[in-house]
Structure formats: C-alpha cells, structure tokens
C-alpha cells in the first residue's frame, strides 16, 4: 500500500480581493484545490477592505495573510511576506496581477520549487512602467531568471506573451466558474424582477463590469439610447472611478428611466437569471468571466470582439460579436436579441450548453495542479531552448 501524498502550502498571491476577473480566479483556486494534496494560503498584498470574496473565504476556512500594504514601495510588505516563507515554506507560489513584484525576490532567496504567474490581460496592458515592477518583469519574464512559468488564459493572451515579453510558448489554462451555481431558475427569476420593480415581460440587459476605461461603458450607454422605443432596460453592475460622469451620460438619454446602477453586488447569479441579454463594450479584455457566468445563466452575450472573447462566444451562434468602438454595430446587435425572443432563447440555450461543457471552474483548477506537479517533479518541459 502506497503512503499518502504529503499536503504541501500553495500561496495565492493578490494585491486585493476586490471585484475582479483575477480576484475570482484566486477566490475559486482556493476554494476548489484538492485539500487531500493542497492547503492554500491566499497572500493579499493591501489592507482588507471587508469584500464578498473576503467573507467567502473567511467562512470557507481558508486562510487568508493581510500584509497592509500603504504605499507602491513598502518595505514593511516584504519584511512580513518573508516571515510568511519561513512559517510555511510553500511549493507553490502562484501570483496574480501586482502580486509578483513583492514574492518574486523572496521566491529567489527560500528557493521555491513552483512559481506560477497568471497573466489576467493581453500582454501589452500588462506592462508595467513604475522602475522596480518593470524591473521584475523583464528578469521574471524577458529573461526569464528564477523559472517563472507564465501562464496565458485565452490563445489571444498566449500570442500577446509571445509578441510582447519574447516569452516562448507559455502554458494556456482558460479561467473557470463554478458553473452549477448559475443554472437559470424561472421561480427566482420572477422573484428578482417583482423585489426590483421590472416588469416580467421587459427584456433586460445586463452588464457585470467594474467602471474603468477597459468597459467602455459610454458606448454601452451610447448603443442603449438607439433602444429608447423598444421596453429594455439596463442593468449596470460595478462600480469604479468613472461611475459619476457615467451616471450623468445615462441621465441625459432618451430612456434614461430604463438604465439602473445596482452598485457592487454579491448577487450576481440571481440578477443573470432575471436578465435577457448580457452585453459588454469593452476596448481590450483577457478571458472575461462575466462572459462565462452569463453564458452558464443561459443568456446570449453581447459583446465587442476583443481579447479572448472570441474564444468564448460562437458568433451567430452563442451570441453577436461587434467591433470594438463601434457604436451602430452595437446598437444593431442589441436591437436585434431585442426584437427577437425566440432567437434570444436559442443563443441562450447554446451558450448554457457552451459553459457546462468547457467553463466549469473544477477544469481550471486541475489544469493549474497538474501544471503545479510537473514543474514539482521536472516533468514540464515547453521549450527546451528557454
């Protein structure tokens, strides 16, 4: 009888567990890793900020290290994050967005066996100007000192990595979401709409974005003033740095009545289960989740054809994809989900169909472990020349 593998600490390295596409992935990682194998530590480089993610694994018993993190160099981080490699002396040590400028010297001096970075964006919006994060990845990435493996969540990411840092064939591992918790519901559906004053028979879109340059939601609100005699309405979710000048866009459409601001939301299942349409009118994206959970809610997606959306969304078949910036093409494509009920309900039914076979988080997290036990055990080898 064989001995039982040895559980081993993989640190999950973020600067904050805000909303966010990286911010979920981290959240899911350290629910979904095979507790039998892995105990993950989720490292939050900033303070907390009594987040829904935060509280979802606090009740899940994970354990999460707050470093406090009060200004772009602070030393005090890695004097803290150091005592953290000697406490657990992790294997693994998988980094998110800014989260390798702090661990990847430390990675260095306690020798760490695995160190994964997730790129969550195409490479060139990635990049990093400050000195010292710039600094990092040229060695962690151009260079490549320390085995950094970088991995790419959409072919698109992939070939900006290749394009942009000259790294050579990174590993691809597609975000996840815990599908099962989307499954659309018609009770609840009903229920949401009467708690929330939308009339059953409106057709809603929706968009799950936080309010950023990225979303471009002044085209969003731009294509949904071209709906004003048609009963849509627009449900905006997030928040973010241009949420004001936003509000005072939507104020000033024809339809201004029909656009809601829902704010930061925990619920975001349930508001895709009361929506018709999901829509996003992004300028650059990596492998938006919002596009996954509205897909497995059984809606057909909107959205500009950017980044690895493509890769998500059949055309004409899951969903309608526009050029990005393109106003009237917007506008036409919401029109026509708008207009057209049955076509709604057979894009809908092949995006559930889409997500429930290749979005589930539980996919994700085993390509991530598996990629995680080859380097542990000299077994990965994807460009013999690096």
């Not at 890793?33 to 994970?62: F, K, M, Q, S």
Request: charged content about 20%; aromatic content about 8%; some cysteine.
């Amino acid at each position: 009888m064989s001995a039982p593998q040895q559980t081993i600490a993989v640190f999950q390295v973020i600067p904050a567990l805000t909303t966010g596409g990286a911010e979920r992935l981290v959240v899911n990682l350290c629910l979904y890793h095979d507790r039998t194998r892995y105990r993950p530590v989720c490292i939050v480089l900033n303070p907390p900020a009594n987040t829904h993610y935060e509280r979802i694994l606090h009740e899940a018993g994970v354990t999460v290290h707050f470093l406090n993190k009060r200004s772009p160099a602070d030393f005090k981080v890695y004097l803290h994050l150091n005592r953290l490699f000697r406490n657990y002396r992790p294997i693994v040590v998988h980094t998110h967005l800014g989260g390798l400028n702090y661990t990847y010297p430390l990675t260095l001096v306690h020798r760490t066996p695995v160190r994964v970075h997730t790129l969550h964006n195409v490479a060139e919006k990635s990049l990093h100007w400050r000195g010292d994060a710039r600094f990092v990845q040229y060695l962690a990435f151009r260079k490549r000192w320390g085995r950094i493996e970088l991995v790419a969540i959409a072919e698109e990411v992939k070939r900006t990595i290749e394009q942009v840092f000259g790294y050579p064939t990174p590993p691809l591992i597609p975000n996840g979401i815990p599908t099962d918790e989307y499954t659309p519901n018609p009770q609840k559906r009903l229920h949401w709409r009467y708690e929330n004053q939308i009339d059953p028979q409106a057709v809603v879109l929706t968009c799950v974005a936080r309010f950023t340059p990225q979303k471009h939601h002044e085209l969003l609100l731009r294509a949904f003033s071209h709906l004003a005699d048609t009963p849509a309405h627009l449900l905006l979710v997030g928040g973010g740095e241009l949420e004001a000048p936003l509000r005072e866009l939507a104020s000033q459409l024809p339809n201004r009545t029909r656009v809601h601001f829902l704010g930061i939301r925990a619920d975001i299942p349930d508001i895709l289960n009361a929506s018709d349409i999901f829509v996003l009118s992004s300028r650059w994206e990596g492998n938006p989740m919002s596009v996954m959970e509205a897909m497995a809610s059984g809606l057909p997606v909107v959205s500009t054809a950017v980044g690895g959306v493509p890769e998500l969304v059949e055309e004409g078949k899951s969903g309608l994809l526009v050029p990005s910036e393109d106003e009237p093409a917007l506008a036409q494509a919401l029109q026509t989900l708008v207009a057209n009920p049955d076509l709604r309900r057979q894009m809908g039914q092949s995006a559930l169909r889409r997500a429930q076979e290749r979005f589930d988080i539980r996919q994700t997290v085993r390509a991530y472990e598996t990629l995680y036990e080859q380097i542990l055990t000299g077994s990965y080898f994807p460009n013999p020349k690096a």
